[in-house]
């Protein structure tokens, strides 16, 4: 997966992930939020 930033700037974006599910969980699906410090071209959430 390739993600794409513009090229004026060359500082990658930081990437946080959260959730709300609690830290153990037997679930076997959990959501998680991604998100970025600015944005993002060509991020494909199906490709994570």
Not at 8 to 18: A, C, F, G, H, Q
Not at 32 to 37: K, Q, S, Y
Request: hydrophobic share 40%.
């Amino acid at each position: 997966m390739e993600i794409s930033f513009s090229s004026s700037d060359s500082t990658e974006p930081i990437v946080r992930l959260s959730t709300g599910s609690p830290g153990v969980t037997k679930k076997s699906n959990i959501d998680v939020i991604v998100e970025f410090t600015k944005p993002v071209f060509n991020f494909e959430a199906l490709a994570v």
